[in-house]
């Protein structure tokens, strides 16, 4: 099965929204206890792995069909990661609306993730190829929630 958006277009796109996503220089230095830019960057290229991985998977399927232990293992690591997102303390006020929105975004993700695992699960190929057309559809969404804050 062909994915509609090429999985790794879809999280290039995304890695590349994040460039220049830092403070502002001049602006105040945030307290010791927020997360600096660099680090915000790291945890949502981590958070990007999981999905880029099933929308990997998606694109081998049905050649190759994930066990199911493999799909665990992802979507737990996608809550896990928008859980750590959530939480990241941020210093610019910008980069916290990014986040938020990101967030939002990518608990969609989460959402269809879980849903194409099912599938996957199940053996279903009319499920996985119904599950995955808004899986990619919410790939392409977290492109628009990362755009550059203003």
Do not use: I, K, N, W
Not at 119 to 140: H, K, N, Q, Y
């Amino acid at each position: 099965m062909r994915p509609p958006v090429p999985a790794s277009l879809a999280v290039s796109l995304v890695a590349c929204a994040l460039v220049g996503c830092g403070a502002s220089p001049g602006g105040p230095t945030a307290p010791p206890a927020t997360v600096p830019p660099g680090a915000y960057v790291a945890e949502v290229e981590a958070a990007l792995r999981p999905p880029g991985r099933l929308a990997s998977l998606l694109s081998a399927y049905p050649e190759r069909v994930p066990s199911r232990g493999e799909l665990d293992a992802l979507v737990d690591e996608a809550r896990t990661r928008l859980e750590v997102l959530r939480g990241l303390r941020l210093g610019d006020r910008r980069l916290r609306v990014q986040r938020d929105r990101l967030a939002g975004a990518y608990a969609s993700v989460v959402f269809h993730m879980d849903r194409v695992r099912g599938a996957l699960v199940r053996g279903d190929r009319g499920a996985v190829r119904r599950t995955s057309t808004p899986f990619f559809a919410s790939l392409r969404g977290l492109r628009s929630a990362v755009s550059s804050p203003r």
